[in-house]
């Protein structure tokens, strides 16, 4: 059933640029989850412009009105991440501007996921590089890494130099509508670029999957299938970029607990080989099970006893929502977004410093010793995590979009 506030803004047609789509990554898990409810809640007719769409309900070709989502396959060019990046900028552009001059496609309004245009109506930044690239700049340094490694790292120093000299050209814009995905992004959106007064808009999660009934169904199974005993005390941390996600605080952590069973689950992608000597070195080789990311995420909840984010730098990061909403204790770093979610001690620890091995190896051992406060925690953590929805992310982006729409018409008016 279509909200009766689509009804003053029928057909409401909202350009969508994104170089992809689907529901195996944060940023366009959100865009996905968004843009079929702008479709089938309030009734907008969506132009989505993309390299590849999956994990989507497309409307057929050729379709148009009301509902509908219409993918525009923009052309993808090999090559590496910088010119991938700049080819996919000026392609999007150049096939939006055919398809509004010959085929009658032009939106009302343009709304993106970060700097992927230049003429966006509204965007949501779900990270801000020119913050990243301050944390990780020493990293960068050419002196501190080997010759054969300075392609790689002056490649990476352009790419983020390229970003961040557009969101200082775009972000300012007062006329656009911008949000950030947790009120650590909008604060680094009003020290960087001036922009007071944002919306943070929060990821959801979908309760239909991620929750208690459904973790304790699997729980045997799936710690059998991965090797763990019921003595072992389960660790895990889900995502890509380890060294962001805070995987060295974690092992570290690991290692200084003593006669305390932990294991560890990682589920996610990268290079394991600095990893695998780190083990060897602090003789946790034979307590770590790493697993490549899966759709069904479940899984990996299912044999943990507790979920430690300890990052060095997140906007938000869905995989310790879901976590709460599944009933696990949950430790989030202070550097992520999803740490002002919670209520520290009461459906959560929030880690003051993500590269202090000693304060998440206290916390950890708090909760394997207290297995009431574990509890508890983990029942509080539900409850919190409903407050966190799909629908209340896109209604308060719709909400955004509204306001944009409204600011368009009136500057037309007053032509």
Not at 64 to 91: D, E, M, N, Q
Not at 119 to 137: C, G, K, M, Q
Not at 304 to 327: K, Q, R
Not at 395 to 408: N, S
């Amino acid at each position: 059933m279509k909200q009766c506030g689509a009804a003053s803004q029928s057909a409401l047609r909202v350009t969508v640029v994104s170089p992809f789509v689907d529901k195996r990554h944060g940023t366009e898990r959100a865009l996905v989850e968004t843009i079929e409810r702008f479709a089938s809640v309030y009734g907008c007719e969506i132009h989505l412009y993309a390299e590849s769409a999956e994990d989507i309900v497309l409307s057929p070709k050729g379709t148009r009105g009301a509902g509908t989502i219409v993918w525009r396959r923009v052309p993808a060019f090999p090559g590496p991440h910088l010119f991938k990046f700049v080819a996919w900028y000026a392609a999007n552009r150049v096939l939006r501007w055919f398809d509004a001059r010959f085929r009658g496609l032009k939106g009302d309004l343009v709304f993106t996921p970060g700097i992927n245009c230049p003429d966006a109506d509204v965007i949501v930044v779900h990270i801000v590089f020119t913050e990243f690239y301050r944390i990780i700049r020493a990293s960068l340094r050419l002196r501190d890494v080997s010759l054969r490694s300075w392609p790689v790292t002056i490649h990476r120093i352009l790419y983020y130099r390229l970003i961040m000299a557009l969101e200082k050209r775009i972000y300012p814009r007062t006329h656009i509508g911008l949000a950030g995905v947790s009120e650590l992004t909008t604060e680094e959106l009003q020290r960087h670029f001036g922009r007071a007064n944002l919306p943070a808009i929060p990821y959801g999660v979908d309760l239909s999957v991620f929750n208690p009934a459904e973790r304790l169904r699997r729980r045997q199974a799936c710690r059998e299938e991965m090797g763990f005993t019921d003595e072992d005390f389960v660790v895990v941390l889900v995502g890509n970029d380890w060294k962001k996600k805070g995987l060295g605080t974690i092992l570290q952590a690991m290692a200084n607990s003593g006669d305390i069973p932990f294991r560890l689950l990682v589920a996610g992608h990268d290079d394991r080989a600095p990893y695998l000597v780190l083990l060897r070195r602090l003789g946790l080789a034979d307590r770590v099970v790493f697993r490549g990311l899966s759709p069904d995420v479940m899984q990996f909840y299912a044999a943990a006893d507790v979920y430690a984010g300890p990052s060095l730098h997140d906007a938000f990061a869905i995989p310790p929502l879901e976590a709460m909403a599944c009933g696990l204790p949950v430790i989030a770093s202070l550097a992520a977004g999803v740490s002002r979610c919670l209520d520290h001690g009461r459906d959560g620890f929030v880690l003051k410093d993500a590269c202090d091995p000693g304060e998440l190896g206290r916390l950890l051992e708090t909760l394997y010793r207290n297995k009431e406060l574990a509890a508890n925690m983990g029942n509080a953590a539900v409850e919190t995590a409903r407050q966190y929805t799909w629908d209340r992310h896109a209604a308060e982006v719709w909400k955004l979009v509204q306001e944009a729409q409204a600011r368009k018409v009136a500057g037309k008016a007053q032509r």
